[in-house]
């Protein structure tokens, strides 16, 4: 059993594949790009408006409380029940 023509010629088969391993990251200079179409800038842009608007209006709830507190708030129960049949109605549709 010979081994010393294996032990000769495996040290040429070393060096061929780092030649082309070393070539090919030469050659493959690519650069990675994200293209973000316009309705995603929309997108991005109603979330960090939604983000950044808080979620109670005060000024829309400041004089309902004033109301509330002071013992002048007054609900109709028919326009309620209105109003929530009209919401009922329109989840259906």
Known sequence: M???PYM???PMYSAQKSNKVASQAINNNFSDKLQISGLGKDIQTAKKAVAAAPDVREDV???LRDKI???SYEVSGDAFADKLL???N???A
């Open 2 to 4: 010979r081994i010393e």
């Open 8 to 10: 000769q010629v495996q």
């Open 61 to 63: 709830i400041s004089s």
């Open 69 to 71: 507190q002071d013992g």
């Open 86 to 88: 009209e919401k009922y």
């Open 90 to 92: 329109q989840t259906l």
